[in-house]
């Protein structure tokens, strides 16, 4: 489970999806009324998972490096990545969208996961269900160095 | 709190704020008569050394053959029609800094390679280069090629171009329309535009009629600054373009070079060895680099670029070597 918070009003385009595609031709106030009932229930759970507190708090950062790199949360919570630096970044544990092997590793029976991008100045949650470690990588510093774990352990 | 100038103060500590292509400056003020003297024979040694680097260049006779000719073939399968664009995030902005000298492009002591041709830009005087247990180790001076480097915010790229011409001639059916802007943090925006003109064949290596795609470039390959690793291009340019600062033409009639290349920096953003580049990522690189090319004698001379960014030390930056990693990229090939 992941949600995306935002800094008011950056007139950036919000970037979660790289592949962009098309937009469907549906007609303009079928598509309104779809997406506005589509948007309620998530609007709702968004608004709720923003009042928790994370359980930490990862910096993404202009040195192109995850502060602090190893994280470490109990199963069920959240963990939260700021965007603190000039330019975009991504949270990504998935081994598809990885070109060295040691990038990206998920614990047995966990879901690949990525933020897609992450504006300067915004933030990104993700709640870990499947304890375990957690190896994660930002796709395009991947090269760079930009790796981080989290280390999800059972809850009591 | 992160320190986003730490990778600058590292560049300046190291002394890295004087570039090596100022090298027809005059000598500096000397404490004595001798000293002064012997600063002016260093001077006249190192300008007699370029020229000679500059008389060694090994494409002259391929561009030569090519930068008369009028009516250029075209490139097999017909134009290729470009678009990169970027729409916010940040860029990677290079400083003056040294880099580690790749045995693979430079060589070693015994057996230098890439040494001929304007220094930094077309290659590397073994002069320049740092030698331990007869190996090279890195540039003795800082270059727009190097590992120092800061970010600045709210980019903007928009990059629309057409492969048509082959190979470098006297004219291009090439196009580049070009525009590139960035800001710092007191928000001033920095613009390059171009290209005016295309650089329709190269001085020093070829140009491919201005645009070029899907071709190696640097490190071993020749084509522009052995400094920078061997890449793969998707698509480079060479033309002539302005800089700008919050929207004032600040230094005109620029050459600019920009290029989309497979992924070319590794950890803490250092500039990779050949056998380091990531072939599964892409990044666009701007160049203005300190140098002016000089026609009439097929080589280039030392020329700041007027950027309008002060360092914190209060020296000029000098070029703009950008880089921008969020890209969208597409591409068509035929007659449109």
Known sequence: ?????????????????????????????????????????????????????????????????????????????????RNVSEVRHTVTADPAEAAYSGSAHLPEGAEPFDSGFVEPGDSWQHTFEVPGTYDYFCIPHEATGMRGTVVVEEAQ | MIDRYAPLRYALLAGAMTLPLSLSA??????????????????????????RMQEMTQADGYLEAHRGVETPLHRLGGPLNV??????????????????????????PDMPRAFAGTPVITGVP????????????????????????MTMGSASLTIEATDMTAADAATTEDSVDFEASWQDEEGNTYAVTCCKQLATHGLEYPTFGGVVTNHLLHGFSGVGTPLMPTEYAYLAFWGIGDVMKNDEVVDENRLVHGM????????????????????QGRHFHLMVAPMQPVPEEGLFRPQPVNTGFTLPNGEPLPFWHVMFESLEVESTQGEG
Request: charged content about 25%; proline content about 8%; overall charge negative.
């Open chain 1, 1 to 81: 489970m992941a949600i995306a918070t935002k800094r008011p009003a950056t007139g950036r385009r919000p970037a979660t999806d790289r592949s962009r595609r098309p937009a469907p031709r549906l007609p303009v106030l079928a598509a309104a009324a779809i997406a506005l009932a589509a948007a309620l229930p998530a609007l709702a759970q968004e608004q709720q998972q923003q009042a928790e507190e994370p359980a930490a708090v990862v910096e993404m950062t202009d040195l192109l490096a995850f502060e602090p790199e190893t994280v470490t949360v109990t199963a069920g919570e959240t963990v939260e990545w």
């Open chain 2, 26 to 51: 005059v000598a500096q003020e000397a404490g004595g008569e001798g000293e002064q003297q012997a600063q002016q024979e260093q001077q006249q040694q190192r300008q007699e050394m370029i020229s």
């Open chain 2, 83 to 108: 678009t990169i664009t970027q729409d916010g995030g940040g860029v990677f902005v290079a400083l003056p800094g040294r880099r580690e000298l790749d045995p693979h492009v430079f060589g070693t």
């Open chain 2, 126 to 149: 073994p002069a320049m280069r740092g030698t331990e247990g007869g190996a090279y180790t890195e540039l003795t001076e800082p270059s727009p090629f190097g590992d120092a480097f």
């Open chain 2, 260 to 279: 989309l290349t497979e992924y070319v920096r590794t950890e803490g953003y250092e500039l990779a060895l050949d056998s380091e580049v990531n072939p």
